[in-house]
């Protein structure tokens, strides 16, 4: 988006940044129908495609799906997931079987459902996720994938009343989801000790390392925390070191 307040442009621009040189450049894509200008969605990269799920868009919050091939640089519609109603914020993570899981997200409240997108067929699973209400509702979280499970951090719990110009009230709890299914394993709260945690916080970016033994680390940065009254926008970077059974 453009812009911090609720009357923002949103854009459908894409860039490219060179790892190498540090350097931005625009990408001109050359078929297909691009996905509609919105903010707030969510895009992961899987081999040679790059996915884009949801946001919010001039006429209001979406659950479409996109794909790009960043070979021929041509988009391709996957369709509206006919089971969730639209969102901003939301997790778009990997599973096994070459699978998509769309979770939780901002839907005119806080969420914990999930639906399945499978690769293959390119098909939406018949019904929702079913092992998703033990995990709080939350949107603007950071995920990721590894081959054994899928990690969340944080996000929104309580949407501020001023809607995206507002803080809202943020969590730091780690939610571990089934890589299979998508189903909610284990949430495990911050300790006493918050010195050894990251504070509550949403808006944050993040990824994942995976080992060849299967353990990874997750990284966070920054985002934003505090509360309506007194934001605090945050810059620091931290690292979970997890190793799953």
Not at 6 to 15: G, T, V
Not at 65 to 81: I, R, V
Request: overall charge negative.
């Amino acid at each position: 988006r453009a812009g911090i307040t609720m009357e923002e442009k949103a854009m459908n621009d894409l860039y490219q940044l060179d790892i190498t040189t540090r350097q931005w450049k625009a990408i001109e894509t050359k078929g297909g129908t691009p996905p509609v200008p919105r903010s707030f969605h969510r895009m992961i990269s899987i081999d040679n495609f790059l996915y884009v799920f949801g946001g919010c868009g001039e006429q209001g919050r979406m659950a479409d799906l996109h794909q790009l091939n960043l070979t021929t640089l041509t988009w391709s519609s996957l369709g509206t997931s006919r089971l969730l109603r639209g969102r901003g914020g939301p997790n778009l993570l990997k599973l096994q079987n070459d699978q998509l899981a769309v979770v939780a997200g901002f839907a005119g409240e806080e969420t914990n459902d999930g639906h399945v997108f499978s690769l293959k067929s390119n098909e939406w699973a018949p019904k929702l996720i079913e092992g998703l209400a033990d995990m709080r509702p939350r949107s603007v979280n950071v995920a990721a994938s590894a081959c054994k499970g899928c990690i969340i951090f944080g996000g929104e719990v309580d949407p501020s009343s001023k809607g995206h110009e507002g803080a809202g009230g943020f969590t730091n709890d780690v939610v571990i989801l089934d890589s299979a299914t998508g189903n909610h394993v284990q949430s495990i709260l911050a300790p006493a000790d918050s010195t050894s945690w990251p504070e509550t916080r949403g808006w944050s970016d993040g990824s994942l390392l995976e080992q060849s033994d299967g353990s990874a680390s997750f990284f966070i940065f920054g985002g934003l925390s505090g509360d309506d009254s007194d934001p605090v926008r945050l810059d620091d970077l931290w690292r979970l070191d997890i190793s799953f059974s």
